[in-house]
């Protein structure tokens, strides 16, 4: 494995979390660039550990989110991203990451919809890690905050017995521990069957420090927040660093 | 090459009937209950399936959606309807998408010269009074930015 | 694929042997705005020439000479009566704003760094890095369509940002409104076409999310007003705060650089005159009416924003301004004003066929900018605009012969002496002030239930939380939001402004902003010196030093020809001068927004004379942002700092008694309240302060509760609190106080520290309880039960 791992995030007209992101992969020991989508040939992939989308609202997220940015990968990139997962490579998706990584079949089926509010929602919310086996969430504790800011993050199945499957199956990584937004089995972030691609609603980008929690008072570990310890989890794994 | 139209029409499964009152400024006792639906009407020369699978394909969402063709209403016994988008003038962004898109996939089986998307309201009689459109008209659509339309049910249909 | 041009493009429009009631009436056929003296002094221009003007050379002189443009009242000679006697003033922007910014830098150097001559003004953060904050309004566009005002005019401060220095960055927002209440009845609207407040705020809300939040700059702070004033004159206020190399500040065009517009296309849809009427909304409209207002496409600047980000980091900008009112002419005009140049209309990328040169040159079409580069730059650039998926067009060049020249097709349309340009001639008002008929309230007042006199002022619109928006708006994008809007041990409760990390910056900013409308509507003056108050100390309470804190003002009046409404807004100004000035806060930026006014059935209908101020203040250590929530410190102490008043005028205590106008508006006493904030920052510096709050509206029974709403425990007040004059001490709105919670170890040091000034202890947190008791006032409320009525007043209505 790499000593140094690398990280690739792809940015579309309308991405707007790139940097942040960038700069936790980074604070957790990624070398972490920034591709537009304009610019990332099929060859982009060759020798990235974990390819990243970023928050945000690709092409303006009009019609559904992430739709169009998963059309735009399928045209401009074909299966590249499919092939890099098969490969043995990580995929993160975060909100709007997630989204495009539900339209391209990258994890489980089911869709990510308005919020039942029919808001949007910037808050902080409780978390349970919920599959003991993804290598995105070694590090945290099974309870754990993030800030979620969404309108469109309502994860619904065909039937709403199939989101209860995944919990079983465990591939509901990620659960509201209470209902914010009305997804299916309070579902917050969802991994493949390889375990390898995770896509998340909350924003682990914005709590790698401390100080960045609404509560003066939060006790953490040390000065970090919660979000670094998923991207320092990823690094670890990849570079097959401890904490297995 | 002639014109042809095609309309579609995409529905919400888990959206239920409910109170106009969630679209009013100032609520009424006895406010109507409704649902929504988005339609798109296409412009097009080439091949009717070909629009009709990219209309899948790009706007559908299978799993949350379903997606209607033939114009028979989505929802019937409603009082009528009112149909609204961006009038001509003003800048529809999910259309523009839509085109830009078209655009760039083309694979010539067909080219989408106009689309035209609206928000349908079926408004029903449900609580007693017949509602009235010139209220709903009023805090819904705005002149400078909609055109809209109002169609009355058939009464004997 | 080029898009064809009619064969006329302009036409020459004869002034020279018009006669002075020729030119007002050209001047009103042409929708030019021009007075008599404008259309004058063009007509002497073009005698000087020795020829006929251009249509497009008429519009683009009345769109430089424009109010919006050329802020002509705040220039005016303005003779203003008062009870003090008469005092002409040589312009209120340079003789008041501008020059108490003059003294400030004198006293003060090197901290601002630049102000007024720019998109924003700058303060210096470090050695390496400045901030900048912008503040406009959009209030016509937002009454007319909530949601497309709103969006344009976020979208337009953003490239306000965008376009100041060599292209700074946006790191957050803020968003004021003005609307009638929420509750107003439909039948008291005494007006067609014109919009619920309801729909106003929906509207407005969501297209302040729809742009800030595709954008990815944080919304951050922000404030409604609720006041049947703004019923039928609705005020958007969209401010962007931003973050540029101290470097890249000073900008120049030099003959021989290229002039590249970026962005979106020019269309019709910018152009001016456009109406609508709402008379046949009950039936369906009609197809052929095309005409609409703009909307915003936050998509596209956020391509823009991309491409000015990483072109002014390669270095290659030399110059850029955003396209705002007037377009590519002001845009073109502001870049060639030193050296001219000429401007190729043809090139510029169109959204439909048909547009003649005038319309070209004046659209205001959203989501565009002007660049200056070397000539061999221009292939980088656009290069660089395709992977970010716009457009870069040559435009024209700087070419040193000091003349705006443009051409289409090559023929010449327009031109005009740069200099000579920006010379509109002076106006002269006259303005009155002549204060109401107040009446002194007796000390005491009337004896009340304080405790439901409090659930009722919670309750208010003008206190409850503003939650149901505030969780619409992304606040921590980016990732810099240090202390968000709503923070706490519940992440809930309300806090003064909001701090931010800046990238590669070991220093932080805070935002804080204040408006008092019904203040003004007694006493203008005293609500400018309070506004300046409440925006400095919510800095100074978020952790700011007050010795670097910087200052915007926006003003928003009715009609400035009417002698008594043009009063209160020099009242206004030097109210927010004085206060300014003796704070050594500079107003590095500001704008005015006139004719604010509507004819109703009943009349016209005018705003009171609106300020809002808005604060940048450097933040030295995030150790210094305690926020506004109360600390689990069992035992700890509360005290206020600052002197409290009996004057309840303009309070929402008096408002809701029908006495807001009748009694006196409290007094600013700057130099004591300054001595306080020092202090306090000294005593913050030493890290004895544990939370603190600004008393604003709904006085001091208020403010202790909103610090209480994080729910850690509840507050034991001392007896003596609200004893002798319950109203005034626990309701008043007096300025310059503060609470603050500290350990009971660092009372005494506090208490020594404020020896000489005002510092009362006022009670005692308790992780005992969860009550607010104030014994001597009889209150005695549970915490939970006073959030739970806050938390839920706006909810019915967004």
Redesign the interface.
Known sequence: MAERAEALLLKF??T??D??TA??LRLAGFRARTA?V??AARESFDDVDLVVLP???S??????AG??AS??IS?RLGDALHRFHEGGGHVLGICNGFQILMQLGLLP???L?ENASE??????VELERAAADSPFLDGLPDRFEL?I?HGEGRF???HPEEAEDYVKQGLAAIRYAADVNGSYARIAGLQSVSRRVLGLMP?P??F?FA??H????WKGCEDRGWGYFLFRSIRERVTGAAAV | MPKERLAIEVSQKLQRRRSCNALLYVPQGGAPNFQSTRRYEFGFTGSREAVEDFARRVLLDPVSQELHCGGAPVYPGYAFLLDYGMKPGALDLEKEAVLQFHRESQDGSCVIETLHITKRLYIFRDNGDEPSAASLVRDIVNPAIHSWNVTHADRDA | MPIATPERTHRSIPVLDLDGAELERLSARMKLSLSRADMEAVQAYFAAEGREPTDVELEVIAQTWSEHCKHRIFGARIRHEHPGGVIDIDGLFRSCIRAVTDRVRARKPGFVAAAFDDNAGFIRLDERLAACLKVETHNHPSAIEPYAGANTGLGGVIRDILGAGKGAKPVASLDVFCFGSPDTPSDSIRAADVIHPVGILRGVVRGVRDYGNRMGIPTVTGAVQFDPAYIYNPLVFCGTAGVLPLADIPKQVRAGQILLAIGGRTGRDGLHGATFSSASLTTDSHEADQQAVQIGNPIEEKKVLDLVLEARERGWIASITDCGAGGFSSAAGEMLSETGGEIHLERAPLKEEGLVSWEIFLSESQERMVIAVEPGRVEAMQELAEVFETECTVLGEADGSGRLKVRHHGEMVCELDCRRLHEAPQRNLVSRWVPPDWSERSAGGEAEDWGSVLRELMADFAVVSREPIIREYDHEVQGNTVLKPLAGATGDAPQDGAVLEIDGCRRLIGLALSLLPEWGKTDPRAMGRACVDECFRQLVCLGADPERIALLDNFCMGNPDDPDQLGSLVEAVLGICETAEAYGAPFISGKDSFYNYFETEDGPVAIPATVLISGLGVVEDAAHVTGASLRPADGSLLYLLGRGQDRLGGSVYARRRGQAARWRIPETHPEEHLEIYRRYHGALQKGWILAAHDVSEGGLATTLAEMAFSLVGGLDLEDSLGRKDPAAELFGEGPGRIVVQVREEHAGALEKRFADLACLRIGRFTAAHRLLRAPGAGIEESLETLKEIWRNGLKPYY
């Open positions: 007209p309308g707007n979390c940097e942040e700069r936790g537009p304009s610019l928050g945000g609202f092409y303006g997220d009009y019609v559904m739709r169009l059309l735009e045209l089926a089911g869709s919809v808001r949007f929602i910037c808050q902080w800030p800011a619904i199945t065909a924003h980008e914005r790698v100080r960045q609404y509560d003066r008072d």
